[in-house]
């Protein structure tokens, strides 16, 4: 019995089965979000159905349960992540919200008028934007990290650019537009030498390879449970014990606090400092189960498949006639983005969409990427553990219609 198969997690994913304009759907639009196996689709409706409770407050048996339920949830990231303890576990709405509560909490405290804040041109928005933010606010700097023509970034150009003034180096380990995956562990030792802090944005890596925060030395790691086949509305923030308990509230509420008078107002310790208010324990629930469903496969296994899906895939388009693959780093993800001579990436997506295949056309949230390869817009296939090579050759012979068909 293979540990992993596509087919075995496919088995699992009940939407994968649906159609999509009368054609089986062909769910290319990963790096969007992922479909959610039956284990967290029953999970969040167990505990809707059977659990749900506010957490903490309250001395009575189900808000113990849903307690329990959200604590084992922050243990299960924890471990997922290698983290030293669920303390320094904190949840968030997803991976924006998480860089952000590092931007307004860390970065305000700890940037000031001429500090660098170290970023790829590589970047989501929501790992530049937030900077833009904080930077505005304390004057410090956003400076921006080439990237070589093949998409991985300029590591003479980053050793360049690191400095005593650098605070921050904040970049992704897997890039959501081009598949690119630096060398995030030794960029991080190279940031450590400068003393500046590394947040690490794992939005895209996290379903495809695992992850050992102590071994890639982070300071900060993010990352959206969407991703990683678990519901919207829940990811987690990961930072290393010291900084965490220096780290100053960024929102004020409930859950956040030890006690309030208008005299005096005092806090509970991290991770709850950074949690105000009623958080998405369902959310949680189906993140645990999310974590289990994928841990459960061999990962090692599942990141082979997928190695060998993407150089299936790469060579299947690279003979479609007139498309461009944009980026060519040799350590990527299974993300194709691409382009078509004389196809709007709008046109593509939406000739491949009445074919049931999903994939996004778009800047991707990653204008200064496209930008680096003259380019506004793309299409983008972005594959999982759940799609297979016959899905690769129904993208690729749709392509080849829509090339015959003008
Ligand atoms: N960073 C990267 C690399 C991403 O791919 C995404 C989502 N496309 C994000 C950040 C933002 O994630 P979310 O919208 O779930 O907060």
């Known amino acids: 019995q293979p540990s992993f198969t596509p087919e075995l997690a496919r088995r699992d994913v009940p939407i994968l089965h649906r159609t999509v304009n009368g054609k089986p759907l062909v769910w290319l639009d990963n790096g969007a979000t992922t479909h959610k196996p039956r284990q967290v689709i029953e999970a969040v409706s167990g505990f809707y159905g059977a659990g749900n409770s506010n957490i903490h407050r309250g001395a009575h048996t189900m808000a113990r349960e849903a307690t329990e339920a959200y604590e084992a949830g922050r243990a299960a990231v924890a471990r997922f992540l290698g983290a030293g303890s669920p303390d320094e576990i904190v949840f968030a709405r997803g ?116 992850v050992d925060v102590a071994d890639l030395d982070a300071d900060f790691y993010v990352f959206s449970g969407h991703k990683l086949f678990a519901p919207t509305g829940i990811g987690a923030l990961y930072a290393k014990p010291e900084i965490l308990q220096t780290m100053a509230p960024w929102q004020g509420g409930g859950n956040m606090i030890e006690s309030v008078s208008f005299d005096r107002t005092s806090y509970a310790p991290v991770p709850h400092l950074l949690e105000a208010g009623t958080g998405h324990i369902a959310g949680v629930v189906g993140l645990l189960a999310a974590i289990n469903w994928l841990t459960g496969f061999d990962r090692p296994a599942v990141a082979a498949y997928e190695t060998e899906l993407l150089a299936y895939a790469q060579q299947a388009l690279a003979a479609v006639p007139g498309l461009d693959l944009i980026g060519s780093a040799a350590d990527r993800i299974a993300v194709l983005t691409f382009t078509m ?66």
């Open 341 to 406: 001579a004389g196809h709007d990436p709008g046109r593509i997506a939406d000739w491949l969409d009445r074919d049931g295949i999903a994939v996004r056309a778009g800047h991707h949230c990653a204008q200064p990427a496209l930008a680096h390869y003259g380019l506004e817009s793309a299409a983008r296939a972005s594959l999982a553990l759940y799609n297979t090579p016959e899905e690769v050759d129904q993208l690729v012979a749709s392509l080849q219609r829509l090339q015959q068909s003008d």
């Open 95 to 210: 991976t924006t919200e998480a860089i952000n509560l590092v931007a307004q909490s860390w970065g305000r405290a700890n940037l000031g008028p001429g500090d660098d804040i170290l970023v790829p041109v590589l970047e989501h928005h929501s790992n530049i934007v937030p900077w833009q933010l904080v930077a505005k606010e304390t004057r410090a700097r956003v400076v921006p990290v080439p990237l070589r023509p093949d998409g991985q970034i300029d590591l003479d150009a980053y050793a360049d650019r690191l400095s005593m003034r650098t605070r921050l180096v904040a970049l992704s380990q897997a890039s959501n537009v081009l598949g690119t995956v630096p060398p995030v562990k030794e960029m991080t030792a190279l940031a450590h030498r400068y003393r500046a802090k590394v947040l690490v944005d794992g939005a895209q890596a996290v379903a495809h390879f695992p």
